[in-house]
């Protein structure tokens, strides 16, 4: 069962900023932030995590509360090939038969 | 570096027949993780195995579902007398051994099986 809520869908203009959200307000301190995406039923695929600061690569960024309550996945300029289903997973990195998919978001990238 | 392999990646059985589901993970990955999907529902975790061991098999339904990874060759998911509820998505991912606590261990998801159920 998720630890995770998400909205259920989202739309984002060709060029600008997504900005996906997390709520994670059970989150324990040594559980990580995960994102993962799947586009159009193919397998998913990592994004980015962190655990409480600011985390960059060359996909996104995210952005975790200091209370760590909560998270913002941000892709910087979306195109339409960004569009997909998000998710949004909290678990303990060295844990790895925890990870559990919520429904995620689905971001539609509109020109 | 190939990925996660996964074969074939459309199966029809008919009612009452198996389903085997194969595996390849990537060069040096040790750890098969097996997830099922729904239409339009996330992914659910059914088991977790290293070579020769299943680790948690605390998604996999009690009855006609089995997983293994061989010393050698692929991760096997296979289901015995398929049912119209067994239609789905499975998604195979993998990871190199533990880190030290505290970093993380990213899974690598294959494209999927999706098996039809007649």
């Known amino acids: 069962d998720a630890k995770t809520t998400q909205p259920p869908s989202m739309d984002c203009a060709e060029g600008r900023a997504a900005n996906l959200p997390c709520n994670h307000s059970?989150?324990?301190?040594?559980?990580?932030v995960y994102w993962y995406r799947q586009i159009h039923s193919q397998g998913p695929q990592y994004i980015i995590h962190?655990?409480?600061n600011n985390e960059t690569n060359e996909m996104a960024s995210l952005i975790i509360t200091e209370d760590r309550k909560s998270s913002t996945l941000i892709l910087p300029h979306a195109t339409l090939r960004d569009t997909a289903v998000y998710y949004c997973?909290?678990?303990?990195?060295?844990?790895?038969?925890?990870?559990?998919f919520g429904a995620g978001t689905r971001l539609t990238v509109k020109p | 570096n190939a990925g996660v392999m996964q074969n074939p990646r459309h199966l029809v059985r008919r009612r009452g027949q198996e389903a085997r589901l194969r595996c390849s993970p990537m060069?040096?990955?040790?750890?098969v993780y097996w997830y099922r999907q729904l239409p339009e529902e996330g992914l659910k975790f059914m088991v977790y195995?290293?070579?020769?061991?299943?680790?948690?098999e605390s998604g996999m339904p009690k009855e006609r579902f089995s997983a293994e990874f061989p010393k050698e060759g692929p991760s096997i998911l296979r289901i015995q007398q398929v049912v119209r509820g067994d239609s789905a998505a499975y998604f195979c991912?993998?990871?190199?051994?533990?880190?030290?606590?505290?970093?993380?261990?990213?899974?690598?998801f294959g494209p999927g099986t999706r098996l039809t159920v007649l």
């Open positions: 997973i909290v678990r303990v990195a060295y844990n790895n038969n925890d990870m559990r």
């Open positions: 991912a993998s990871s190199p051994l533990f880190l030290d606590s505290g970093s993380y261990n990213e899974q690598f």
């Open positions: 195995l290293q070579k020769e061991n299943i680790i948690d």
């Open positions: 962190g655990l409480k």
């Open positions: 059970t989150i324990s301190g040594n559980e990580y």
């Open positions: 060069k040096g990955h040790s750890h």
